[in-house]
Structure formats: structure tokens, C-alpha cells
């Protein structure tokens, strides 16, 4: 049996601002960096122990997975880094308020554009370059649906995190709200319709169970006490 952990990183500035985030690089509060600890103690408290973590180039993911490895004392394991865990790119609703972009387009928009599974938020009019995606030959988005972000993220889960878990190695993965969602869409195959319902939270471990097939066998999640 393999566990896989996944968490989404702790409060970032542009969640306690109420932005869209997306590919931008914002860093955590002083209360995402308690977020970070906490999950540390939950973790070693119930004893996991894993043989690689997995995270974004994003510096809020980055920063809660080497809190999460302090806490749980196992800073020397391999991190891999990779742009295939980023977060959902908003596109032009990139650092503007949340509640700003529902009072100009309504709430059912900004739902389906937040929540479901295919709509693309507007595009950016112009592509950003940034020289950590450049030196690997990747474009910046000029914006995805939750379907295009998992689309990504996929050839990353197979090729390195379910390999490993069938060797029966616990991983860990740090990374968003949107791109985790992508994740739990996959392994608990929830259907189109329904993934406007699933919700991520910051700073809440989700802990899978998989036997020596990868199928499914339990899901915990770790609230705060």
C-alpha cells in the first residue's frame, strides 16, 4: 500500500487580498506560514514518511513544502520542482478582486468561470515571459479551464508521482486550490458536472490510500483542530 499526500499551500497575500492569483508569484502571509507548520505537526504526529515531495514554481508552494519538510524532519528528501503543478492561469482576471469581477460580470459567471470544468476565463491580450518558464521552452498561458490544467498536469503524474507510488513510495505533493482540484477530479473520478463542488482549502492535508494496482482505497482529509 503507497499514500499520497497533497496540500494546498498555505494563505498567500493574494488570497488574504481576495485576487485571482493564477501564474502570478505571490508570497505567504504570516498566517500561511503558521498554516505550513500546522500541517507539518499533523503530519508527523500520525507518522508519514516520504520518499519524495513534489511542488509548483510557484514561491508560496515552494516555501509551505519546505516548512511542511522542516516540521516533519525530512528536509533531505528529493523536491521536485515542475511548472506542471502551477496553478490554473486566470488570464486576464489575473490580480484583479474577486468581488469586484462579480459585481461586473453577475455571481453565475464568475461561478462557471471559477468552478467549472471547461469554461476559460478571458485571455490575457498579450503573453507574459518570465525567465524560469523561458529556460524550459514553456509559454506562459494566456489563460485555462480547469480541463486545460489538468491536461498539463497529467504527463507529470504519470511519468513521475504514479510510478513511484506503485513502488510503493509515499509522496507528497504542495501545490494550489485549482491545480489540487484537477488532481482529486482524477483519482476520484468525479464527473464533469460535479467538480463546481469540490472545494481545496488552504492548509488541509488530503490523504490518499492506494493498493499495489493504484486503485483507490481511502481519503482522509485533515482539518485544523
Known amino acids: 500500500m503507497s499514500t499520497l499526500v497533497m496540500v494546498r499551500h498555505g494563505q498567500s497575500q493574494a488570497n488574504l487580498d481576495n485576487v485571482f492569483t493564477g501564474w502570478s508569484d505571490s508570497p505567504l502571509t504570516p498566517l500561511g506560514i503558521e498554516q505550513g507548520h ?14 519524495d515531495v513534489h511542488t509548483s514554481y510557484m514561491r508560496r508552494s515552494i516555501m509551505t513544502a519546505n516548512i511542511v519538510l522542516e516540521e516533519i524532519d525530512q528536509l533531505y528528501i528529493p523536491i521536485h520542482k515542475t511548472w506542471r503543478l502551477n496553478e490554473r492561469h486566470y488570464g486576464a482576471l489575473s490580480g484583479q478582486n474577486k468581488a469586484l469581477v462579480k459585481e461586473q460580470v453577475g455571481a ?7 468552478r467549472g470544468y ?17 529556460r524550459l521552452g514553456v509559454q506562459e498561458p494566456l489563460s485555462e479551464s480547469l480541463k486545460m490544467t489538468l491536461e498539463r498536469i497529467l ?17 507528497l505533493i504542495v501545490a494550489h486550490g ?41 481519503k482522509e482529509i485533515i482539518k485544523e483542530n
Open 38 to 51: 500546522k500541517v507539518g505537526q499533523e503530519l508527523r504526529a500520525r507518522g508519514y514518511l516520504f520518499h
Open 108 to 114: 453565475e459567471t464568475l461561478h462557471r468561470w471559477r
Open 178 to 218: 485549482s491545480s489540487l482540484r484537477a488532481l482529486v477530479k482524477y483519482i476520484e473520478q468525479v464527473p464533469d458536472d460535479q467538480i463546481d463542488q469540490v472545494e481545496v482549502p488552504n492548509g488541509q492535508p488530503i490523504v490518499y490510500h492506494f493498493d499495489e494496482h493504484l486503485t483507490l482505497l481511502d
Open 155 to 171: 504527463p507529470y503524474w504519470q511519468d513521475q508521482i504514479a510510478p513511484r507510488l506503485l513502488d510503493n513510495q509515499n509522496q
Open 118 to 134: 471547461t469554461e476559460i476565463p478571458p485571455r490575457l491580450k498579450q503573453r507574459k515571459h518570465e525567465r524560469r518558464y523561458d
